[in-house]
């Protein structure tokens, strides 16, 4: 439980690193404990780089719907009574009957970002926006094993503060990844930033553009461009044999329910082989069906009127971009032949995915007192937290970056109320043990996990 004292000697039993849509159903887990045991709230604190809260605002194209229920929210599978619910959001805005009338489990995107800004409203007071955590290290004496974390605060007038924490969590999020020689800038994007690039630039202006990848957002992107510019030519650049279908049928999809999880982790080497080998269709380089039909009807109709203006280059990748003033001009390649060719373009967008989360950054040399497998990654219990090689009584939590512990829904929202909830009862237990441990006479006194 936290020592309250001014706000900087306070100390938390937990701070978390970023608020986006994992972090925000952790902190309605740890609020729904407070509720069940008033006299023993979990004291927490969230610092994150934003000015306000966002998730893939940049992707909030017309139109677009989730790939996952609506029950899937930030509460449900954890509390199905959590006033925290899609259900409850949908009901708090007079949408419910709507809703249901509409008979479709797949919420639009907008839709879905409204709830979770919704949901984060309520925790307003205990989040730090436009704040940036810049490192974390034990508080340390030289005797007994470090049981609190001192976390550096950076703000964004530049100054810094410290707060002190049992735990923290990290959650971050994702690294948008270039290829390797290609630079962003105002001509070249990635799909993290296209919706504010895309609106900065006048349409007129964009009369030829291409999109490179082969996932759900270059397949969505390439048809928003399709429709938002009648008059641009719009270059699908896949390294496939054109779009692969997502495997959303219902035996594949129990890859992401919480009891997966487990069969992962505690699984053999070739198990969790056989779960990316098997399963890898159902999330990465794919696409939903109804946008494929989308994309192939557009490009069919093209071809009935003899004005083809939609142009999907398949088995194709970019081996250079050069920027000449306004132009961009990009190199194919064939995957087939090793043919090249150059086009010129007025806007290049790369769908090339994100790099996973590393903790190491904000750890620094305290990242050393952490274990690493054969791959050099972070080891990480069930609870994810990370393994340490000392007796450390404070915790380090991932909200990410787990995808070889935990398996294929680590990162994406499917699990994300139960996942929030084992590392919500993970710090509530620990916290329980440790005051435990301290009531004890010193002989009697067990070790602390």
Avoid at 267 to 279: D, L
């Amino acid at each position: 439980m936290g020592i309250t004292g001014s706000r900087d000697q306070e100390i938390y039993d937990l701070v978390g690193i970023g608020f986006g849509p994992s972090n925000l159903s952790l902190a309605i887990a740890l609020e729904e404990h407070g509720a069940s045991a008033p006299q023993q709230p979990v004291r927490f604190q969230f610092f994150e780089r934003q000015p306000s809260f966002g998730w893939h605002r940049n992707m909030l194209l017309p139109s677009t719907t989730m790939q996952i229920s609506f029950l899937k929210d930030l509460a449900t599978f954890r509390n199905p009574l959590s006033r925290f619910s899609f259900v409850s959001y949908l009901h708090a805005k007079n949408r419910l009957v709507q809703f249901v009338n509409n008979q479709d489990f797949y919420p639009t995107r907008q839709e879905f970002h409204q709830y979770l800004e919704w949901a984060a409203d309520a925790f307003r007071d205990r989040v730090g926006y436009g704040t940036e955590v810049t490192s974390v290290r034990p508080v340390t004496d030289g005797s007994a094993p470090p049981e609190l974390l001192r976390v550096e605060v950076r703000t964004g007038d530049g100054t810094t503060r410290t707060v002190t924490a049992r735990n923290v969590v990290v959650s971050t999020g994702l690294v948008p990844r270039l290829p390797q020689g290609v630079t962003a800038d105002d001509r070249v994007w990635h799909s993290s930033e296209f919706l504010r690039r895309f609106r900065a630039h006048d349409p007129r202006d964009l009369g030829s553009v291409a999109v490179v990848g082969a996932g759900q957002s270059a397949a969505e992107i390439t048809r928003f461009l399709h429709d938002e510019l009648p008059h641009a030519e719009v270059h699908a650049i896949i390294p496939s044999y054109g779009y692969s279908v997502a495997d959303d049928t219902p035996f594949a999809n129990q890859v992401f329910d919480p009891g997966a999880v487990d069969a992962y982790y505690f699984g053999t080497e070739q198990g969790r082989e056989a779960f990316w080998r098997y399963h890898r269709n159902t999330n990465y380089s794919v696409v939903d069906a109804d946008v494929i039909r989308a994309l192939y009807q557009r490009v069919y109709d093209e071809e009935v009127r003899g004005v083809r203006r939609l142009h999907v280059r398949n088995l194709t990748r970019v081996s250079e971009v050069k920027r000449r003033d306004n132009e961009t001009r990009v190199t194919l390649c064939s995957v087939l032949d090793e043919h090249t060719e150059e086009l010129a373009v007025d806007a290049l967008v790369f769908a090339s995915g994100y790099d996973g989360l590393d903790p190491a950054r904000l750890l620094g040399d305290f990242d050393r007192h952490f274990l690493r497998d054969a791959s050099g990654r972070h080891r990480v219990e069930r609870d994810y937290r990370l393994v340490s090689s000392t007796a450390l009584a404070c915790g380090v939590y991932l909200q990410g970056g787990t995808e070889h512990t935990h398996g294929l829904s680590s990162a994406l929202l499917s699990n994300i109320a139960v996942r929030s909830g084992e590392i919500a009862d993970s710090v509530v237990l620990r916290r329980a043990e440790r005051e435990l441990g301290h009531s004890q006479p010193l002989e009697e006194a067990s070790p602390v996990a």
